[in-house]
T-cell receptor
């Protein structure tokens, strides 16, 4: 069974706040993890890979908890331009065709 | 500027029409994909091509017919579609399809409406 679950939101967050959301996955043998960002009526774009030790890219921090089978994304000092849908993506094995997408979490940053 | 271009951006067609979606990647990648994204649903993988050979067909109805004439171009031929086929169709490419760390690069998609 290959499932990726996300809270669809929307998360309404004031500008400058910190926001975090999680994603759970079904298979403990999952091999790689990603967050993609999708703006309204646009294509998904890779935001960041998620590494076992956790990783940070500017205001964005991604963490992986293999024991509990979830990954998280934390956004600090949120900007209006962070408003988007964030897609959790898990590779359950194999190549790029093994990628399974979550439905996405919709984030709205309010002025 | 995306390395993957898709045309048309929008398409409205009747159930008896025949149309084609076109995708071109300028990234030198070896693998190309068609995905379907319906409202409130996750992206669904439809077809995978690796070095111009179809390697996966996820039980997609035969009214969708892919074609990959070379590693840079991918088409999706549509005929006798149903209204439930209305969705955003996304083309993507990756360096190859075998690495578990492979990252996808998407085109801007074709928003398809079937009347």
């Amino acid at each position: 069974r290959k499932e990726v679950e996300q809270d669809p939101g929307p998360f309404n967050v004031p500008e400058g706040a910190t926001v975090a959301f999680n994603c759970t996955y079904s298979n403990s043998a999952s091999q790689s993890f990603f967050w993609y960002r999708q703006d309204c009526r646009k294509e998904p774009k890779l935001l960041m890979s998620v590494y076992s030790s956790g990783n940070e890219d500017g205001r964005f921090t991604a963490q992986l908890n293999r024991a509990s089978q979830y990954i998280s994304l934390l956004i600090r000092d949120s900007k209006l331009s962070d408003s988007a849908t964030y897609l959790c993506v898990v590779n359950f094995g194999g190549g790029a065709d093994g990628l399974t997408f979550g439905k996405g979490t919709h984030l709205i940053i309010q002025p | 500027e995306t390395g993957v271009t898709q045309t048309p951006r929008h398409l409205v067609m009747g159930m008896t029409n025949k149309k084609s979606l076109k995708c071109e990647q300028h990234l030198g990648h070896n693998a190309m994909y068609w995905y379907k994204q319906s409202a409130k649903k996750p992206l669904e993988l439809m077809f995978v091509y690796s070095l111009e050979e179809r390697v996966e067909n996820n039980s997609v109805p035969s009214r969708f017919s892919p074609e990959c004439p070379n590693s840079s171009h991918l088409f999706l031929h549509l005929h006798t579609l149903q209204p439930e086929d209305s969705a955003l169709y996304l083309c993507a490419s990756s360096q190859d399809r075998k690495s578990t760390n492979e990252k996808l690069f998407f085109g801007s998609g074709t928003q398809l409406s079937v009347l």
